[in-house]
């Protein structure tokens, strides 16, 4: 059970939240991990989700900042009902369902606008699954914001151009798959929670990171990350999960109010996420990092060595779906 799976060291959490903030149905409150800031997709697509509910009349109020509890509380509390909206990590989704890996994997789909079109135009019996998957633990899936640009990778050390410039880098990885696909590019992975990164570069344990150029923008990571690679390595995205407690106890006259808010906020994202697209290379320059963009030839070892490894980046069996549906989602 996510019940289970989402238990946090906090064993009262749960319990004060269910009698301290006894929502009312109509009532949403939708918690998101960043600060407010407008490089956040997570706040934006909150502080839209939040504002289309008011237009229709319902109660809504976003904490920022994790004010709420991190990534896996705000996952445990939703599977209970006792909150009714969060923006998370995917891998809230991932530990019931590995294969939303796949939708992250280098070079599944070539921009976000495929991306896009495969998660809210294509029909797709994956997805559909998943969202089965997530809905018996007592949790919707909302969508699937954007976050930006694509991935890259970050460095404190030099500008990297070729898989072979990484050999003497160590990067920090969110897992165990992580560390194999850098294994695969020629370097090392070293699994470290985000918030001890900065710590671990100061250290010299680990050299950067691979993210979207929003991340280091958002968490201030600029002042020491001084180089980044732009290798459009997929789209990366978050969690918008919705409360199936909640959602089920509303009117019909509700429901239909937070489906048009549901598809304003990822409306709204889609157009955020290609504005940001345009505008995050220069905010990076402008704090003083070093862009690269590698060759043609230079991309296509680093998605020729991703795809090797793609049967470890996602379950084995879902690999060929993935390929069926990012073809079917292309132009």
Same mark, same amino acid.
């Given at each position: 059970?996510?019940?289970?799976?989402?238990?946090?060291?906090?064993?009262?959490?749960?319990?004060?939240?269910?009698?301290?903030?006894?929502?009312?149905?109509?009532?949403?409150?939708?918690?998101?991990?960043?600060?407010?800031?407008?490089?956040?997709?997570?706040?934006?697509? @909150?502080?839209? %989700?939040?504002?289309?509910?008011?237009?229709?009349?319902?109660?809504?109020?976003?904490?920022?900042?994790?004010?709420?509890?991190?990534?896996?509380?705000?996952?445990?509390?939703?599977?209970?009902?006792?909150?009714? %909206?969060?923006?998370?990590?995917?891998?809230?989704?991932?530990?019931?369902?590995?294969?939303?890996?796949?939708?992250?994997?280098?070079?599944?789909? #070539?921009?976000?606008?495929?991306?896009?079109?495969?998660?809210?135009?294509?029909?797709?019996?994956?997805?559909?699954?998943?969202?089965?998957?997530?809905?018996?633990?007592?949790?919707?899936?909302?969508?699937?914001?954007?976050?930006?640009?694509?991935?890259?990778?970050?460095?404190?050390?030099?500008?990297?151009?070729?898989?072979?410039?990484?050999?003497?880098?160590?990067?920090?990885?969110?897992?165990?798959?992580?560390?194999?696909?850098?294994?695969?590019?020629?370097?090392?992975?070293?699994?470290?929670?985000?918030?001890?990164?900065?710590?671990?570069?100061?250290?010299?344990?680990?050299?950067?990171? %691979?993210?979207? *150029? @929003?991340? *280091?923008?958002?968490?201030?990571? $600029?002042?020491?990350?001084?180089? %980044?690679?732009?290798?459009?390595?997929?789209?990366?995205?978050?969690?918008?999960?919705?409360?199936?407690?909640?959602?089920?106890?509303?009117?019909?006259?509700?429901?239909?109010?937070?489906?048009?808010?549901?598809?304003?906020?990822?409306?709204?994202?889609? #157009?955020?996420?290609? @504005?940001?697209?345009?505008?995050?290379?220069?905010?990076?320059?402008?704090?003083?990092? $070093?862009?690269? $963009? *590698?060759?043609?030839? @230079?991309?296509?070892?680093?998605?020729?060595?991703?795809?090797?490894?793609?049967?470890?980046?996602?379950?084995?069996?879902?690999?060929? #779906?993935?390929?069926?549906?990012?073809?079917?989602?292309?132009?």
């Amino acid at each position: 059970m996510m019940l289970d799976r989402f238990r946090t060291a906090l064993p009262g959490l749960a319990l004060g939240l269910a009698t301290a903030v006894p929502a009312a149905a109509q009532e949403a409150r939708i918690a998101v991990q960043c600060p407010e800031v407008p490089a956040c997709a997570d706040w934006v697509y @909150a502080e839209d %989700f939040a504002a289309a509910l008011r237009e229709g009349g319902m109660e809504a109020t976003v904490f920022a900042g994790a004010s709420l509890g991190k990534d896996a509380e705000i996952v445990d509390q939703l599977s209970q009902g006792l909150l009714q %909206f969060g923006v998370t990590n995917f891998v809230m989704i991932a530990q019931v369902d590995p294969r939303i890996l796949g939708f992250l994997a280098p070079y599944v789909f #070539e921009d976000s606008a495929q991306f896009f079109r495969a998660t809210q135009e294509t029909d797709s019996p994956l997805l559909d699954s998943i969202r089965e998957e997530m809905a018996a633990q007592g949790v919707m899936i909302a969508g699937l914001p954007g976050l930006g640009g694509q991935m890259g990778l970050f460095n404190d050390t030099k500008p990297v151009e070729t898989v072979d410039d990484l050999a003497d880098l160590r990067l920090r990885a969110i897992d165990a798959n992580q560390v194999a696909l850098f294994e695969a590019w020629g370097t090392q992975g070293v699994v470290v929670d985000m918030p001890e990164f900065a710590g671990a570069v100061q250290q010299g344990i680990v050299d950067g990171y %691979f993210n979207p *150029p @929003a991340v *280091p923008l958002i968490f201030g990571h $600029t002042e020491f990350l001084t180089h %980044f690679t732009d290798l459009k390595a997929g789209t990366p995205f978050r969690a918008a999960l919705m409360s199936a407690d909640w959602y089920e106890g509303l009117s019909d006259e509700e429901r239909a109010v937070v489906d048009a808010a549901i598809e304003t906020a990822n409306a709204k994202n889609r #157009e955020w996420t290609y @504005a940001a697209e345009t505008t995050e290379i220069e905010q990076l320059e402008a704090a003083g990092v $070093t862009v690269t $963009t *590698p060759s043609p030839e @230079a991309l296509a070892e680093f998605r020729l060595r991703s795809q090797e490894v793609w049967d470890t980046l996602m379950p084995a069996g879902s690999v060929a #779906e993935m390929q069926a549906l990012a073809d079917a989602s292309r132009e």
